[in-house]
């Protein structure tokens, strides 16, 4: 039963739920001065945007200011670090190398660079584990497939457990054996629910090809989503920069936090993984990406000629006065919580998608892109009176980069997913080896206690 059929109550029914949602609207809501009365930080951040301290972790660092000598803070370009290097030099260091995901995945769960046999044997374990089981393909990827393929690898993370024999256990070695897992098997829970949902919603053809042990996960993503299995050199090493880029990014951002909270309780590794799912699948987190592809669909559509400048810069303007796309305000893939100057994440795809742009001689597009983001950038430092720059975010050229490699937009955030399992995997283990409190803020109280009314002497005017 779907919710249009649960809600066909006949009319009664009906005028009685729409006096409820009445209710639920007319609510006056708390009001804006008392989270300034009692210094609440929304959103756990501070007055400047700042994210309050809430834990430490030695797993990655987000730097995007530098302290001069008078210990005044100044913004600078975007820095990002794996237990504790940088992530432009792990990716240089690997200019030779085909395929790094793996290595970046090694160096945020055990903490340190691998030799090229610990690379190796891992390589080696996570090829093991990467197949599915027949009964768990049909049973649950092919069953009911939801029309949002998030909601899809959801399902088959949670039913995982009842595929382990000791799914409770949350010694770090059974939980490393889980993550471990997890990190091998998602690429293919996300490839055969994108089979699934085209098969049975879209009456598509069904295409199911297993992975292979050799290839990267990079290799294996493209390999298992084309229909003749091909692709270059070039695809597979610019998706594999794409996921080390997404694989992890600070304790603080909402799933990794969501992962520290839900582990706190003591939880099993499915449902953490689970709620942090739940927590990426939002436009505002892992969904970004495609609210950027959305709005570029709508530029096209109302723009008369994308290519001039004069053109964008109303649309854009229009954008910023909620006269077009979605009404909100934003001009999506521009700025974030952190950086400034430069998003390290962004500044490096970016590099990758001008490469592949002109490999696939879309390289019009690629300058669409980036004059949209040059004059979006002054505009919001206009309207907004900003001393500051504002940068583009990874979600700016991500949704492009993966439109150029054939992935469809409903895999945008499953493949977000698919790498930052490496992430939440690591704080998640970090998180148990510590023996931290459960996690557990306060919120105040500004509602007023009332007195109990028996259900008789209740009317309309005693509530209103």
């Known amino acids: 039963m779907d919710y249009h059929s649960m809600m066909e109550m006949g009319p009664e029914l009906d005028q009685l739920f729409e006096e409820l949602v009445d209710t639920c609207l007319n609510s006056e809501g708390i009001d ?52 504790g290097v940088n992530v432009n030099e792990l990716v240089a260091g690997n200019a030779k190398k085909r395929f790094m ?25 996570l090829g093991s584990l990467r197949e599915l089981s027949g009964q768990f393909v049909r049973d649950v990827i092919m069953k009911a497939p939801p029309a949002n393929l998030m909601n899809a690898l959801q399902k088959c993370i949670v039913l995982l457990y009842s595929y382990d024999s000791n799914p409770d256990d949350i010694s770090v070695e059974n939980v490393l054996r889980q993550s471990l897992q997890l990190i091998a098997k998602m690429p293919m ?61 600070g304790g603080g951002n909402n799933s990794t936090f969501t992962n520290h909270v839900v582990t706190s309780s003591g939880t099993d590794t499915y449902s953490a993984v ?65 950086y400034t100057d430069s998003d390290p994440r962004e500044v490096m795809l970016k590099k990758y998608a001008r490469l592949l742009s002109e490999a696939k001689g879309m390289e019009r597009e690629f300058q669409l892109y980036d004059t949209v983001e040059r004059v979006s950038a002054r505009l919001i430092a206009e ?8 940068c583009a975010n990874v979600d700016f050229y ?9 992935i469809p937009t409903e895999l945008f955030t499953p493949i977000f997913a698919v790498s930052r399992i490496s992430g939440w995997s690591a704080h998640r283990i970090e998180e148990l080896a510590n023996h931290g409190k459960i996690i557990r803020p306060a919120y105040r109280y500004v509602g007023e206690h009332i007195d109990y009314v028996p259900i008789m002497e209740r009317d309309e005017t005693f509530w209103s």
């Open 32 to 83: 804006p001065g008392l989270y300034q009365k009692y210094d609440v930080k929304r959103g756990l951040r501070d007055a400047n945007g700042k994210g309050v301290l809430t834990g430490l972790t030695e797993v990655s660092d987000v730097l995007a200011t530098y302290v001069d000598e008078n210990g005044t803070s100044h913004p600078k370009d975007g820095e990002l670090y794996f237990q």
């Open 274 to 338: 689970a709620a942090s799912m739940s927590s990426l699948k939002g436009p505002r987190h892992g969904g970004a990406n495609l609210k950027v592809m959305q709005m570029f669909e709508d530029l096209r559509a109302n723009c008369t000629n994308v290519y001039d400048e004069e053109v964008l810069t109303q649309y854009l303007t229009d954008i910023l006065d909620k006269k077009a796309f979605d009404g909100a305000g934003l001009i999506y893939g521009m700025g974030h919580a952190v």
């Open 189 to 249: 829970m996300a490839v055969y629910s994108y089979y699934a949902y085209r098969h049975f919603r879209l009456e598509k053809t069904l295409l199911v090809r297993p992975p292979k042990k050799e290839l990267s996960t990079a290799e294996n993503i493209l390999y298992m989503l084309r229909k003749d299995g091909h692709f270059t050199e070039l695809e597979a090493r610019v998706l594999d920069i794409a996921l080390v880029l997404h694989a992890e990014h």
């Open 398 to 406: 991500s949704g492009f980069v993966y439109t150029m490699l054939g």
């Open 101 to 125: 995901f793996e290595e970046a995945t090694y160096l945020l769960i055990f903490g340190k660079l691998p030799t090229q046999e610990q690379l190796d044997n891992f390589v080696q374990i």
């Open 383 to 390: 309207r907004r009176h900003l001393l500051k720059p504002i």
